[in-house]
């Protein structure tokens, strides 16, 4: 079943009225996950076949990746040069602005078993290392290791990882939580259905199934957005996305 996608501009958080934003574009693809860039390309992910699709601003399709494992496309700060990390595949890919792969980077054969990964620029990525209980900051341009922390956490259910400002932040499905590189635990607060995490500045964003939280200076997160009915969310500088029922709405920030 081909699958319509609607994207609407809504101008409230809560409003009765909804307007086309983009053009109608129609998918062979369901939406299993999602993201948009700062540039307002999107992201469409079809679990089914472990396909990445990219779309640009005025609906477009620019790209489509189609892989034998999943892999996890991190928030993308580089359109150029995008980053996804498979556990299956204990992998990291680079593709370009068109989905074509330009580098693989195989954790395998350096490194234990890696739970999750940051790709933190073009030369350099944090590991979340289970066999060995340690947080790895990777040069892969080179291949060498700069500095390796052990670390005291469960591995269980870790759905995404960031690493700012010394600090580590783990999002699982049902908790949020900070730590320092000597493995202390800042921070823990319960969540719900947690999905991707996002660096704004120095805001951390949490983004749920149905919410979006904030969390700054090692402060408790703050909710700034909830939906009931969404099937997924996602976030980028001018908006909040909802996804529900394989339709996409954009709730503008202002």
């Not at 079809?46 to 399709?61: P, R």
């Not at 704004?200 to 009915?229: G, Q, V």
Request: proline share 4%; net charge neutral; with cysteine.
């Amino acid at each position: 079943m081909r699958i319509l996608i609607f994207i609407f501009l809504c101008f409230h958080t809560i409003a009765t009225a909804q307007k086309p934003w983009l053009p109608d574009l129609a998918t062979d693809q369901q939406i299993d996950d999602a993201l948009v860039d700062d540039y307002s390309n999107i992201y469409l992910y079809n679990k089914k076949n472990f396909s990445w699709t990219k779309y640009d601003s005025i609906g477009k399709e620019m790209g489509r990746i189609m892989m034998t494992q999943p892999y996890q496309i991190q928030d993308v700060d580089n359109p150029l040069s995008i980053p996804l990390f498979s556990q299956n595949a204990q992998s990291i890919k680079f593709v370009d602005a068109h989905f074509t792969e330009i580098q693989k980077i195989d954790l395998g054969q350096t490194f234990g078993f890696i739970v999750s990964a940051y790709v933190e620029d073009l030369q350099q990525a944090w590991l979340l290392d289970e066999s060995n209980n340690r947080l790895v900051q990777y040069l892969f341009r080179e291949d060498k290791t700069i500095n390796s922390y052990p670390i005291n956490l469960s591995f269980i259910e870790i759905k995404n990882i960031l690493v700012y400002d010394q600090k580590l932040y783990v999002l699982r499905e049902q908790s949020f939580e900070i730590y320092d590189f000597k493995g202390k635990k800042l921070l823990q607060t319960p969540i719900k259905q947690g999905r991707k995490l996002r660096r704004e500045n120095n805001k951390i964003i949490i983004i749920c199934k149905n919410e979006i939280f904030e969390s700054e200076n090692l402060s408790k997160p703050k909710s700034i957005f909830w939906n009931e009915k969404s099937d997924l969310l996602a976030k980028n500088n001018q908006g909040i996305f909802v996804i529900q029922k394989n339709k996409i709405y954009l709730y503008p920030l202002n």
